[in-house]
């Protein structure tokens, strides 16, 4: 079968390998979509945490259930989803039901080989049923699912005022599930294209260029003085996330999605004098792709919105480098393996 490997920073190759043999209590599933996210690009850069290279990247996947060994209430030919992230059940975070964070965790395509190839192996356990959405649909619930996770971990209440930092697919999910909660959403980016995308298809009500206006006397006058009592990173920028605290009001909270390899800082006078909580939020439970999944289905989230570039496999190591260029205009770009 085919794969295409990150061999190192700014490279990838096309390779072949033997389809996966089924093993015990795992589940072989034919690749027919792809989803290309953040992680993937900055592994591709270089700047990608928690990474080692050659890798086969893809964690955002759709597929056809062709062989399973103990997956009770699956059938061949099920069109699936999966959890991405491989814990061992055993450790601290994992027993207090926080397999998202486990303490060794394996993230399918970062710390081990992803879904870039035509077929893929996972732990039974971690299959998700398709529930009659279709394979662009389900390649999508696993970057909404970071965003739903970071809300949740927020516990954004209705009607207060949520200012999600990067308006990269991660933050465009995170506005959706913000609203969702019932939050008054504020977007804040440094792209017009992406920003003018959150109030035509997301609905969001307030949206701040970070380059051309006064983002704390915007946030101030849209809070009536208050300023967002919720503040999430979803840009993995040392500078936005150091500072995201300035846009934060007093006894609010502040969600970092985003990820970054240096120490980010910020005043301690600042952050004490709020009593501000600060967390991180990393992937996503079984619970949050149930959240996702059903609001897809209740026509709460529209998917179909986000899909902005299509790329056959055979063309993904030509045209990946253009990703990167934000004059694309990729909003999220999806790679086909089949109808």
Request: net charge neutral; charged share 20%.
């Given at each position: 079968?085919k794969?295409?490997?990150?061999?190192q920073?700014g490279?990838?190759?096309?390779?072949?390998?033997?389809?996966?043999?089924?093993?015990?209590?795992?589940?072989?599933?034919?690749?027919?979509?792809?989803?290309i996210?953040?992680?993937?690009?900055?592994?591709?850069?270089?700047t990608?945490?928690?990474?080692?290279?050659?890798?086969?990247?893809?964690?955002?996947?759709?597929?056809?259930?062709?062989?399973?060994?103990?997956?009770?209430?699956?059938?061949?030919?099920?069109?699936?989803?999966?959890?991405?992230?491989?814990?061992?059940?055993?450790?601290i975070?994992?027993?207090?039901?926080?397999?998202?964070?486990?303490?060794?965790?394996?993230?399918?395509?970062?710390?081990?080989?992803?879904?870039?190839?035509?077929?893929?192996?996972?732990p039974?356990?971690?299959?998700?049923?398709?529930?009659?959405?279709?394979?662009?649909?389900?390649?999508?619930?696993?970057?909404?699912?970071i965003?739903?996770?970071?809300?949740?971990?927020?516990?954004?209440?209705?009607?207060?005022?949520?200012?999600?930092?990067?308006?990269?697919?991660?933050?465009?999910g995170?506005?959706?599930?913000?609203?969702?909660?019932?939050?008054?959403?504020?977007?804040?980016?440094?792209?017009?294209?992406?920003?003018?995308?959150?109030?035509?298809?997301?609905?969001?009500?307030?949206t701040?260029?970070?380059?051309?206006?006064?983002?704390?006397?915007?946030?101030?006058?849209?809070?009536?003085?208050?300023?967002?009592t919720?503040?999430?990173?979803?840009t993995?920028?040392?500078?936005?996330?150091?500072?995201?605290?300035?846009?934060?009001?007093?006894?609010?909270?502040?969600?970092?999605?985003?990820?970054?390899?240096?120490?980010?800082?910020?005043?301690?006078?600042?952050?004490?004098k709020?009593?501000?909580?600060?967390?991180?939020?990393?992937?996503a439970?079984?619970e949050?792709?149930?959240?996702?999944?059903?609001?897809?289905?209740?026509?709460?989230?529209?998917?179909?919105?986000?899909?902005?570039?299509?790329?056959?496999?055979?063309?993904?190591?030509?045209?990946?480098?253009?990703?990167?260029?934000?004059?694309?205009?990729v909003?999220?770009?999806?790679?086909?393996?089949?109808?």
């Amino acid at each position: 079968m085919k794969t295409l490997i990150c061999t190192q920073p700014g490279n990838l190759e096309y390779g072949n390998s033997t389809k996966p043999q089924l093993q015990p209590n795992s589940a072989i599933i034919r690749i027919k979509r792809i989803g290309i996210c953040g992680t993937d690009l900055h592994a591709f850069g270089g700047t990608q945490p928690f990474f080692t290279y050659p890798r086969i990247l893809g964690h955002e996947l759709s597929g056809e259930l062709i062989e399973f060994d103990n997956a009770p209430g699956f059938a061949k030919g099920e069109a699936v989803t999966f959890i991405p992230y491989f814990s061992d059940g055993s450790c601290i975070a994992c027993r207090q039901g926080k397999p998202n964070c486990c303490s060794a965790i394996k993230v399918f395509g970062v710390h081990v080989d992803g879904g870039m190839a035509e077929y893929v192996q996972i732990p039974s356990e971690y299959l998700v049923h398709g529930e009659g959405l279709t394979y662009d649909e389900l390649a999508l619930v696993e970057p909404l699912a970071i965003g739903a996770h970071g809300v949740k971990q927020a516990n954004v209440q209705k009607d207060e005022f949520v200012l999600v930092v990067g308006a990269g697919p991660i933050g465009l999910g995170t506005m959706e599930f913000a609203r969702i909660a019932g939050a008054r959403v504020i977007a804040l980016d440094v792209n017009d294209i992406r920003l003018q995308f959150c109030k035509k298809e997301l609905k969001v009500a307030f949206t701040l260029n970070l380059f051309t206006e006064n983002v704390i006397e915007r946030l101030s006058e849209i809070t009536g003085g208050d300023m967002p009592t919720v503040v999430i990173d979803a840009t993995g920028n040392l500078k936005a996330i150091n500072n995201g605290l300035n846009y934060l009001s007093n006894g609010g909270r502040y969600v970092l999605i985003g990820l970054q390899k240096e120490s980010f800082s910020f005043s301690h006078p600042d952050f004490h004098k709020r009593e501000a909580v600060l967390m991180s939020s990393r992937n996503a439970t079984v619970e949050d792709f149930q959240h996702v999944i059903q609001s897809m289905k209740a026509g709460l989230v529209n998917p179909k919105t986000y899909i902005s570039h299509r790329i056959n496999f055979d063309e993904v190591k030509m045209k990946f480098p253009s990703l990167i260029d934000p004059k694309t205009g990729v909003i999220k770009a999806m790679i086909n393996l089949g109808e």
